[in-house]
T-cell receptor, first 114, second 112 residues
Framework: DQQVKQNSPSLSVQEGRISILNCDYTNSMFDYFLWYKKYPAEGPTFLISISSIKDKNEDGRFTVFLNKSAKHLSLHIVPSQPGDSAVYFCAARPYFQGAQKLVFGQGTRLTINP | DGGITQSPKYLFRKEGQNVTLSCEQNLNHDAMYWYRQDPGQGLRLIYYSQIVNDFQKGDIAEGYSVSREKKESFPLTVTSAQKNPTAFYLC???????????FGAGTRLSVL
């Protein structure tokens, strides 16, 4: 039962354009969402997060949007740079279990083409 | 320079052998976690620990064991009962009830 889904295994975007990565979830009990970036043979690094009481959070080139009614969140990267090429994971926290149980999506491999 | 150190980077296991993966953090974080990543899948939680001498099973704990004798250390043992151990193992930590988990560089385990 995949509670957090990233339906696009891969995405290719031209340098300078906008990258949009999507994530859907099924559990209404999630109250906090995170995006992680992962390079090959390395651990994921935290990128940006959003609480369920907000619908947008911005940090430099990265913006996360949350649509609670659709149970959907997205990560926008503008402008996309070659160093953004990586696998991106979304993760969600069910509030009744505290911070200990993050549920991760399968990941989306983003490739930025020059 | 604070961080999470996992060792070794690569590990090979023979049939019927137990192997232990090391995870050390100097971030003074209370909580630590072990995840497993398989190709095309997300990270799945194996075990987690909120404080020293306490730990809980995650979603896929069978065939694994952990200990938390020190705040800085959370080793994971892959036992012979784990029939499909080949995967990328990631250790993480967070500040108590903190939302953000910070990850080590991972250990890739393969079976000979």
């Amino acid at each position: 039962d995949q509670q957090v889904k990233q339906n696009s295994p891969s995405l290719s975007v031209q340098e300078g354009r906008i990258s949009i990565l999507n994530c859907d979830y099924t559990n209404s009990m999630f109250d906090y969402f995170l995006w992680y970036k992962k390079y090959p043979a390395e651990g994921p690094t935290f990128l940006i997060s959003i609480s369920s009481i907000k619908d947008k959070n911005e940090d430099g080139r990265f913006t996360v949007f949350l649509n609670k009614s659709a149970k959907h969140l997205s990560l926008h990267i503008v402008p996309s740079q070659p160093g953004d090429s990586a696998v991106y994971f979304c993760a969600a926290r069910p509030y009744f279990q505290g911070a200990q149980k993050l549920v991760f999506g399968q990941g989306t491999r983003l490739t930025i083409n020059p | 320079d604070g961080g999470i150190t996992q060792s070794p980077k690569y590990l090979f296991r023979k049939e019927g052998q137990n192997v232990t993966l090391s995870c050390e953090q100097n971030l003074n974080h209370d909580a630590m976690y072990w995840y497993r990543q398989d190709p095309g899948q997300g990270l799945r939680l194996i075990y987690y620990s909120q404080i020293v001498n306490d730990f809980q099973k995650g979603d896929i704990a069978e065939g694994y064991s952990v200990s938390r004798e020190k705040k800085e250390s959370f080793p994971l043992t892959v036992t012979s009962a784990q029939k499909n151990p080949t995967a990328f193992y990631l250790c993480a930590s967070s500040v108590g009830q903190g939302n953000i988990q910070y990850f080590g560089a991972g250990t890739r385990l393969s079976v000979l």
